[in-house]
């Protein structure tokens, strides 16, 4: 079989990056732009803030070659908020990551690297965890809509492309159907040109045949204080399907939220240096280390080990004999718990 895993940075130069299977769904987000104003002075976030539609991603407007080589990927911070479902564009992101954030509730950041939709969001505020976890990427573009203010020097040095309303204007876009601050959408196409490939997804997954072994299990659910996932097998559809606080978690255009590959990464949680305004501390997710996972594909539940040795490599996962761990291709959600 064919190594397809992506890890260190100092393996990216020449490496030949396996182009994903194109979707054949092209979702209509363009509707959802045209209902929705153009007007950032609704009320714009500061910086400083106050068939086969189940392959987990949608088609893009402009997506250029998928295999093309190296460039910078597209991660968006996605809200999470009950007022904020359902979002816009996630389906068509290579990878969801989820963290807790303040409070107990959840976070959500969308990478895209092989596709990217015509709009994205509603987009949120960047944390601290999101510089550690973005190192193992060259010069990602990072779209956000503030951060808490201290923060912002920690951005400003970290060896990524900021976007935010503030600096480009005319990629961001409000909603009428929503209240602030959960009506902020993302045009990536005025981001970059064109999606990158998936060889810029430096990320250490592989895909291919699953692993032997693994328990036959039709759904698992991850609680934070305050929110909770569910991700239910769905054997007609080849997917896991997302259940989020209780409901299924759909698309603007309705279709069901369904990733191929669930990881559970248990990591190290502590409390950062920074607060909201609320005074709720913001949990710091360590996603440099080595710990257990459970990968969910194919209907299974698959015991493992992570380990991603520094910020710059991607995380590696393996069984207990040392081989690679492969995941399903298709769209992967990768949950960050607390390690007991």
Known sequence: MTDTSRTRRSRRTGRAGRARRPTAVALSVTALAAALTVSLAAGCSSSRETSRPDDGRSASQSPGPTGASGGSVLAVKIDNAPDARPQTGLDAADVVYVEQVEGGLSRLMAVYAT??????????????????????????????????????????????????????????????????????????????????GAAALTTGFRYGAAPAGGRAERSQTVRYPAARFTFTWSAGRARWLVSTDGA??????????????????HVKVHASRFHDFLGNNTPYTETVGAGKAEVLRDGRVFDVNWKRATATDGTDFTADDGKPVDFAEGQVWVVFVRTP
């Open 248 to 265: 299924p978690s759909v698309t603007a255009a309705g279709q069901p939220v369904a990733p191929a590959t669930v990881v559970v990464q």
């Open 115 to 196: 596709r990217l939709p015509t709009a994205v969001g509603p987009v949120r505020s960047a944390r601290e965890s999101d510089l550690e976890l973005l190192r193992q990427f060259e010069r990602p573009v990072l779209a956000f809509s503030g951060a808490q203010s201290k923060l912002l020097p920690l951005i400003d040095r970290a060896p990524l492309d900021a976007v935010t309303p503030e600096k480009a204007s005319d990629a961001y876009f409000r909603g009428t159907d929503r209240a602030a601050p959960h009506n902020l959408y993302l045009r990536p196409s005025r981001l970059l040109p064109a999606a990158p």
